[in-house]
Each structure stands twice: as C-alpha cells, then as structure tokens.
C-alpha cells in the first residue's frame, strides 16, 4: 500500500512539475508596465483595454494609406510606416504587426533592434543589402543583397539592418510577430539618450576619445 500511496504523490508532483513548467509570464508589450497597488492610479496595462465585442465595427481592423510612399528626407535617408495596434485597434492580443520602409537612394534603416519581436522582411521595389548580428560572444554576422521578391528574416531581438545600394529608391514591407514590437535604433540610444550617458562611460565601451563621443552626442 505504501508503495502504491509513493507512486502516486510522485506522480502527482510530477503532473504538478510539468505543468509549473508549461506556465510561463505573458510577454510584455511595452517597455515597462510598473504595478500599483491603487487602481485608481492605473493608466495601462500590458496591452490595451478592449472594447466591447458587440461594440466592434469594421474600421477597428481596417488601415488604408500603405500605398502612398513615406518621407525620406532625412539624414538617414529611409522612413518607416508602422501600423500596430496604435493604428489598427484590431490588433489588440493577435501578436502582429507591419511596417512599409521606403529608402532613397543609399538610405539607410539603421542598426536596431525589436525588443518585443522578430521580423520577417520582403523588397518590393529596389536593391537592399540587409543583414544581423548575433548576441555576444560570438557576434557572427549574416548579410544577403536582397531583389525585389526575395525575403529575409531577422531574429528576437538581433541587431539589424537594411541599406539601399541601388540608385533608385527601395521600398520594403514587414511583417513583425508582436503588436507593439518597439524599436531601438542603437545610434540615437546610445549617443541620444535623455539625459545624456556620462561621455566618459562611452569612452571606454566604444574605445573613443572623449571629445569624439561629445560631438556623436551632438548629433543625436
């Protein structure tokens, strides 16, 4: 009987085990979402709030405008159109989102990264060498010049790129694996934070002279 009683609470924590480990938190949507204890208080959730089901019209999952060409003057030289759930309410919970990137001749989409999701890229128009980094140690590479038609992947959380090296402008489209996938251009983070990171701090990490970050801090 003992024995039979010790199967049992060993399969019972197991069955307990495999689901403890089949649960896991929601992840998150948005940079940072700090508890409260007072609701009252409370301005957000991970996610947003939804509306009524029966209250749902068409335009809550309707964009148009995709077609029309974004504004790449600008030192960079590309535009990113990005149509999350801040755009079209109906993507509230489904885990997807687009964006349009136009490019000028040699634009460029900066060195950056999705912290919330992966990217699956398509060129439609023009002539791009994309590409991403792996995480520390390794910091491997992957590049591909990519035709109109051709189809790239960028990683969770990989710092990616896409450069126009045609003469003529570029157009690409993608599809991103999270509502509100963030970006952080690397550029404009490290040298344009608010406040500014201690010029001295960059120094070190990035090998510079200290009057070299200042002016890369001027920039951004």
Known sequence: MKGIRSILIAFGLFAFACSSASAYDPSPLQDFCVAIKDIK???????????????AVAEDFFFSGLNRPGNTS??????????????????????????????????????????????????????????????????????????PGDVFVFPFGMIHFQFNIGKTAA?????????????????????????????DVLAKAFQLNKNVVKYLQSRF
């Open 171 to 199: 157009v690409a489209f993608a599809g991103l694996s999270s509502q509100n996938a963030g970006v952080i251009t690397i550029a404009n983070a490290v040298f344009g934070s608010n406040p500014p990171i201690n010029p």
């Open 74 to 147: 600008n030192p960079v030289g590309s535009n990113v159109t990005m149509i999350n759930v801040d755009i079209i309410p109906g993507l509230n919970t489904l885990g997807i989102s687009l964006v349009r990137i136009d490019y000028a001749p040699y634009g460029v989409n900066p060195p950056h990264t999705h912290p919330r999701g992966s990217e699956i890229l398509l060129v439609v128009e023009g002539t791009l060498y994309v590409g991403f980094v792996t995480a520390n140690p390794d910091n491997r590479l992957f590049t591909k010049i990519l035709n």
């Open 41 to 55: 208080n409370g301005v957000f959730v991970n996610g947003k709030f939804c509306k009524d089901p029966k209250l």
